[in-house]
């Protein structure tokens, strides 16, 4: 059997898992860095105070690193902004994550907030797919509409290339049905990413690839 040098194992487990993408349209303009190894760190500025609310929550919560600017067609409505935020902050925790060797690939999430509880669970398959079980009982949290909540989870699971259910079992407050959603979610995906040692390096799938 190989075996891997003591040094080799210390310089893969350093190795930064960060990638930055850029998306110019004729809607929107936005750069995305995201270092899947961080603090929590951010720098969020997407001209919808509510979603930089919730982008903040993803960051310190799945102690990721992200720095997001975006500038879209706010004087239309939110809605390009909103999806195309997801989009790029998928593609870049997609292109960081890279082959996806040595990932724990499940994660999920029970996430109390008062009298509100969000169940999140994930696997970082490579399918994208949302299941979307979340109500609103109003149209609007601060000025972000919040039927955009889903078209956040649908870009940003469709550009990850993750399997997503989100449900909130229960819960009145719309704010925290919606921080719910981004902090388990954080939570869920901290724990998919986060590599495993049993791994050594192997993609967790019998198929060798994901």
Not at 142 to 166: K, P, S, Y
């Amino acid at each position: 059997m190989q075996q891997r040098s003591k040094s080799a194992d210390a310089a893969s487990a350093v190795t930064p898992r960060t990638a930055t993408v850029d998306r110019r349209t004729k809607e929107t303009n936005i750069s995305a860095t995201v270092n899947l190894d961080g603090t929590g760190a951010y720098d969020v500025s997407t001209g919808v105070g509510f979603l930089d609310h919730m982008l903040e929550q993803l960051a310190r919560h799945g102690l990721f690193d992200i720095t997001l600017k975006a500038e879209g067609d706010l004087h239309i409505d939110q809605h390009h902004t909103t999806e195309d935020s997801g989009i790029v902050l998928g593609q870049a925790f997609a292109e960081a994550l890279g082959d996806k060797a040595g990932i724990t690939r499940y994660g999920s999430c029970y996430l109390p907030m008062d009298e509100t509880l969000t169940r999140v669970a994930l696997d970082v398959s490579g399918r994208p797919f949302l299941v979307w079980k979340v109500d609103f009982s109003r149209s609007k949290i601060g000025e972000m509409d919040t039927e955009l909540f889903r078209e956040w989870f649908q870009a940003f699971a469709q550009n990850a290339g993750i399997t997503l259910h989100v449900e909130t079992l229960y819960g009145e407050n719309n704010h925290h049905v919606a921080e719910t959603c981004y902090k388990a979610l954080a939570r869920a995906l901290r724990q998919a990413v986060a590599v495993d040692p049993r791994q050594s390096g192997r993609v967790p799938s019998t198929k060798g690839q994901l």
